[in-house]
């Protein structure tokens, strides 16, 4: 890995929630990878079947997460909405595996990369 990809994916942010799965990390937006979280009200696309649950507490879980904690993501490309998909953790607390043990989120396997958010259960 080139050493500029290797500073880039170390770098530690500031972020906060704007839903169960999803960080704003100063312009970027980031979607964690392998779960998927209760939408907020008017969020969930006609025809999908969104997660269930109470999406504020979802919400509320992950910026508890990460206020006042410093971001470190790994970034695999981004989703269709332009979001970077990322494993992100603050600390050694995976943020994907602490919303599904809270069961604040959902496992999506075809959202994972290799398993890793699947292991965590």
């Known amino acids: 890995m080139p050493l500029l990809s290797i500073l880039a994916a170390s770098a530690l942010l500031s972020c906060?929630?704007?839903?169960g799965?999803?960080?704003r990390c100063g312009a970027e937006r980031v979607r964690l990878i392998g779960i998927d979280a209760p939408?907020?009200?008017?969020h969930c696309r006609r025809g999908r079947r969104c997660a269930?649950?109470?999406p504020?507490?979802?919400?509320?879980a992950l910026q508890?997460?990460?206020r006042g904690r410093p971001i470190r993501l790994e970034r695999h490309g981004e989703d269709i909405y332009g979001r970077t998909l990322a494993f992100a953790w603050a600390g050694?607390?995976?943020l994907s595996c602490a919303q599904l043990r809270a069961g604040q989120a959902e496992y999506v396997q075809r959202w994972d990369i290799d398993g890793r958010a699947g292991r965590c259960r």
């Open 16 to 19: 906060t929630a704007t839903d």
């Open 39 to 42: 939408e907020l009200p008017g």
């Open 92 to 94: 050694k607390v995976s």
């Open 21 to 23: 799965d999803t960080l």
């Open 52 to 54: 269930e649950g109470d």
């Open 64 to 66: 508890r997460l990460v």
């Open 56 to 60: 504020w507490a979802s919400k509320d």
